[in-house]
């Protein structure tokens, strides 16, 4: 019966373009809505899985009431009930460190699925160039652990991220943090930890990451200099672990987290709120491709439920030359099958052509673009879901027309009377 | 064999309104008969129920002696297919296709199109459609399209050929054709035909005449010409 759908179809071009525009534009944006959405996506992801540690182990950052304040400071006097607070003691203990590194630096050896572990001192500071000063975080590490764990060497600018442990006090600073302190490479920075006197640290190169939330407040310094400003010398408050495989990271922290106190945690906990705004994402964008289809489903459905009233004289020809109803279920079947994988192919192809021009869209260098380019997905999964959904949701709205065109019997049509 | 009507009764409606009345007759291989009375006489009805295209209310239709109301679906659409040919009065071709691939819609279905395609070709050419047969019926004339409807029902040499007054939209000449073509097939091929018409000149050409009036057999027996 292909033959003939085929006919059919060729022999009323109009009804069949319009029916074909319908699913043509439906998977089109499917493509080039899902290209868009999903580039932005994997961008970021990639920024979450490569720009910073899979599981992070930091320090716990224990409450302080009057429990804990009467324990450690009246141990003896709480004994007997002699100690009353008029306003309860709240806050957090200061200085936070991992208790015991060396433990966790044996266990990170010993189990496979770890690839890397970077120890890090990491401390809010306030950045200063004479009267300008900017908050921001100054990660202390030993270079040639960190570059094992994150993709920052990737993103050096200027200078080499090595050289930050090659004398005292050198930094690697974000363009964007460089740029709000007015000033350049080379250059002196004071960084105030908050209760000593600033300490005067030199630029020795420059990273983007193309995130603005990293690259205007982050700098990158020796682990003994960052103690050393904090201190805290001997001390780290953080241990970035890179995995093998990424996907592993919950249940390997969910694995670490009895073992000690400290706090640990998979880049996708570490991320929650991320996550749940692509999965928000995604619901919208399945939704707004579902209504774009049902539109043209329901396109379909009308027009080949005409043609099936128009065709029942054709109907009739064929069931008394011995054509059965499965075969005239076939016909009508087959064309809403041809106008769905018809529609979807060439919607494929423009979207696809859609998402090369969304690609070369400047986003003036935002997290979205990275440098200054949008980021599309060309995920082969995008085409064939666009392809699934097109061509089914065209079989789905042929089906209860062909059925009914299945169940006309000859007499019937010739008894109506149709032309 | 043939066919054979048992108290062949059809009723419509509700309440029913009965168009045949208990009809019994045979019609033998072979034979050429017309099936005339005035319109209302139940006569197209009757071609139906003997063609398979409809069931009687009470009775029954036999065919080289099936029951029609006992055989399978797979059964009833291979006999529409290969054994029994029908004409209309309107040409019922179907409009997206040439009259060489209409006529090739029988031999479609029973999947012998390619093999058949020389021997359709021939048969168009003795309907004097040679030239035409990639033609649509739009760019044929009503006796063309006519003819062309007469070969698809010919196409697979069924041994019934059922014709609902084949020449009521047709110019003498073409429905001169027609009849000459319905004849040689009876003749030659030795195709039993069944023709209904109006047309007492026409009738008269048959081997034998059923008149049926009110849904009954008023007359059966050589054809007269009143």
């Known amino acids: ?419 | 064999m043939g066919l054979l009507a048992k108290n062949l009764v059809k009723s419509f409606g509700e309440p029913p309104t009965t168009v045949l009345h208990g009809l019994n007759f045979s019609i033998k291989e072979g034979e050429f008969v017309s099936l005339t009375g005035r319109s209302g006489s139940g006569k197209s009805t009757l071609l139906y129920l003997l063609g398979a295209l409809d069931a009687p209310t009470s009775g029954q239709v036999e065919i080289d002696g099936h029951d029609l109301s006992t055989i399978s679906s797979d059964e009833l659409h291979r006999l529409r297919n290969q054994s029994i040919g029908f004409v209309f009065q309107f040409h019922y071709l179907l409009p997206e296709l040439t009259a060489l691939e209409n006529v090739l819609m029988p031999a479609r279905k029973a999947k012998k199109d390619i093999a058949m395609e020389k021997t359709i070709r021939e048969l168009l050419t003795e309907f004097g459609l040679e030239g035409k047969e990639n033609r649509l019926p739009r760019q044929l004339s009503g006796g063309e399209q006519q003819r062309v409807a007469i070969a698809r029902a010919l196409s697979m040499s069924p041994k019934y050929l059922f014709a609902d007054e084949p020449t009521g939209a047709l110019d003498t000449a073409n429905a001169e054709i027609v009849m000459g073509l319905f004849e040689k097939a009876n003749r030659e091929l030795g195709t039993t035909v069944i023709l209904v018409t109006h047309d007492p000149a026409f009738a008269a050409r048959a081997h034998r005449q059923i008149k049926l009036v009110d849904g009954r057999i008023d007359s059966d027996g050589p054809p007269t010409t009143n």
């Open chain 1, 1 to 419: 019966m292909l033959f003939l759908a085929i006919r059919h179809l060729v022999a009323r071009k109009k009804q069949t373009t319009l029916t074909l525009l319908g699913i043509v534009f439906g998977s089109m944006a499917f493509v080039a809505i899902s290209g868009f959405m999903l580039g932005f996506q994997y961008f970021l992801l990639d920024q979450l899985i490569n720009n910073d540690a899979h599981i992070r182990i930091s320090a716990r950052e224990d409450r302080v009431d009057h429990e804990v304040a009467n324990k450690d400071l009246y141990s003896k006097l709480d004994k007997n009930g002699l100690v009353s607070w008029v306003v309860d003691p709240s806050g957090t203990r200061s200085n936070p460190k991992i208790e015991n590194p060396q433990g966790w630096a044996e266990i990170l050896k010993k189990d496979p699925r770890v690839e890397a572990y970077s120890p890090q001192f990491s401390a809010q500071v306030l950045f200063s160039v004479g009267a300008i000063a900017a908050n921001g975080k100054l990660i202390g590490s030993e270079p040639d652990m960190q570059v094992r764990v994150t993709n920052i060497q990737s993103y050096i600018k200027t200078g080499k991220f090595e050289d930050i442990s090659s004398g005292g006090n050198r930094i690697i600073v974000g363009t964007g943090l460089l740029k709000k302190l007015g000033s350049g490479d080379g250059s002196t920075i004071f960084v105030y930890n908050g209760r000593d006197k600033p300490v005067p640290f030199k630029v020795i190169g420059t990273f983007e990451t193309g995130g603005r939330q990293i690259d205007d407040t982050t700098a990158f310094g020796a682990l003994i200099d960052v103690q050393k400003l904090a201190g805290q010398p001997n001390e780290i408050n953080n241990m970035a672990v890179r995995l093998i495989d990424f996907n592993r990271a919950r249940e390997t922290a969910h694995d670490w987290q009895p073992l000690s106190p400290d706090k640990v945690e998979s880049w996708d906990e570490i991320n929650a709120a991320f996550l749940n705004v692509f999965r928000i994402q995604d619901a919208m964008r399945y939704m707004m491709i579902a209504t774009i289809l049902l539109v043209a489903g329901f396109g379909i459905y009308n027009i080949l439920n005409v043609v099936v009233t128009q065709k029942k004289k054709e109907i009739a020809i064929l069931r008394f030359i011995g054509y059965e109803p499965g075969d005239i279920l076939q016909l009508f079947f087959l064309q809403g099958i041809i106008l769905g994988v018809v529609g979807s192919i060439i919607g494929l192809i423009l979207g696809y052509i859609a998402c090369l021009g969304i690609e070369q869209i400047s986003f003036g260098g935002g997290p979205m673009g990275g440098g200054t380019m949008m980021k599309v997905s060309f995920d082969p999964m995008i085409y064939l879901r666009a392809f699934l959904f097109g061509s089914l949701a065209a079989a789905f709205a042929s089906l209860m027309p062909a059925r009914s065109a299945g169940k006309l019997t000859p007499i019937d049509i010739i008894r109506s009377g149709a032309e």
